[in-house]
């Protein structure tokens, strides 16, 4: 099994090419910090090279920039070429399989034309929720939190029947 999953930063804007054939392809640097710090207490990072292939390329080409925090999985790939000067180069790189932007979007900025679209505000206690660790709003005296509460899983919520209560 050949699969690789790399969190980083792009080191610089991605670049975009064409084949002959029209293909698109695209490559880039994702520099990902190492778990163990230098004995000068810095820490380390690895420039892991990759690229995309496709539609993948020309997506990534328009919404990815240099600074961009990046989920990305994909394989391995070796190949070798050989240089101006004759000499045999050899080149391993990440082939994109996946890839996802882990940079949280500023909500105060408005978008910009060929960009993401501002997402309505999340209803998830999740970080780019600005009610995040806040206490949640208590329901009306007259209503329980279990009318309030969507069922889902079409489960009936009767503690007896539920096998984990």
Known sequence: MNKV???????????LRYTQNGMATLTFTV?????VRASDGTRQADF???????QQADFMS???HK???LAVAGRIQTRN???QDGQTRYVTEVVVENVENMTPRDPNTAPQQGSFQQPQ??????YNNPGYGQKPQQPAQNQSSHEEAPNSFGLD???DTLPWL
């Open 121 to 126: 505000q999340n209803q998830y206690q999740g």
């Open 31 to 35: 520099a990902v910090d190492r778990q």
């Open 48 to 54: 892991i090279n990759c690229v995309a292939w496709g």
């Open 81 to 83: 070429y050989q240089g």
């Open 62 to 64: 328009r919404y990815v």
């Open 157 to 159: 919520d009767d503690n």
């Open 67 to 69: 600074g961009n925090m």
């Open 5 to 15: 999953i790399l969190t980083g930063r792009i080191t610089k804007d991605p670049e």
